[in-house]
């Protein structure tokens, strides 16, 4: 099984809102990963998790809180957010987090819309 | 900081063309570099990795190489079909970071 699985797929949330995204995945990964998708750009870098410990934050705004409970599932609370963060979130892992035959494994997204 | 370029930027060509896509990167101290392909509005899959030891490797109609030392990596498609049609991405990895190209965006007309 070599899939990543988030959920919804969809989120449509007002800038008072609170939500969270899920991120799963059953490979033995222990390296997971946030990025944010803006359209017709490449994904950008939020977060990394290494061992179920934050290891990179790429400066991302507060109201972006990521939550990793075990090896197998990845959070990304979602609070007070600007319509500007609207997105496609993109989770990934990998088998490592560092070496040469590192590969990352994405899902299919979470397409987010703030109004 | 690594830097990564895709060039074209698009790309339209009929069905059953052999066509190559390019990606530039400006440090080659890298680990590996892997190529994507990402769907209108889905996420990415991976089409092919190459270790920084390595010279290319193949999958299928899709081959891939990689020449460090002038900073490049090229995608072979072979015998295109409109099934091909999608943004190819490219992804150097090193120091714990993925660093992505801008893809090419590419249309396989019937």
């Known amino acids: 099984d070599t899939e990543v699985t988030q959920t919804p797929k969809h989120l449509v949330m007002g800038m008072t809102n609170k939500k969270s995204l899920k991120c799963e995945q059953h490979?033995?990964?222990?390296?997971m990963y946030w990025y944010k998708q803006k359209a017709k750009k490449p994904p950008e870098l939020m977060f990394v998790y290494s061992y179920e410990k934050l290891s990179i934050n790429e400066s991302v705004p507060s109201r972006f809180s990521p939550e990793c409970p075990n090896s197998s599932l990845l959070n990304l609370h979602l609070h007070a957010l600007q319509p500007e963060d609207s997105a496609l979130y993109l989770c990934a892992s990998s088998q490592v987090p560092q070496g040469p035959s590192y590969e990352q494994y994405f899902g299919p997204g979470t397409r987010l819309t703030v109004t | 900081k690594q830097e990564v370029t895709q060039i074209p930027a698009a790309l339209s060509v009929p069905e059953g063309e052999n066509l190559v896509l390019n990606c530039s990167f400006t440090?080659?101290?890298?680990?590996?570099l892997q190529w994507f392909r990402q769907d209108p509005g889905k996420g990415l899959t991976s089409l092919l990795l190459i270790q920084s030891s390595q010279r290319e490797q193949t999958s299928g109609r899709l081959n891939a190489s990689l020449d460090k030392s002038s900073g490049r990596s090229t995608l072979y498609i072979a015998a295109s079909q409109p099934g091909d049609s999608a943004t190819y991405l490219c992804a150097i990895y090193n120091f714990n970071k993925f660093y992505f190209g801008s893809g090419t965006k590419l249309n396989v007309k019937p």
């Open positions: 490979m033995g990964h222990r390296a």
């Open positions: 440090d080659s101290a890298i680990y590996n």
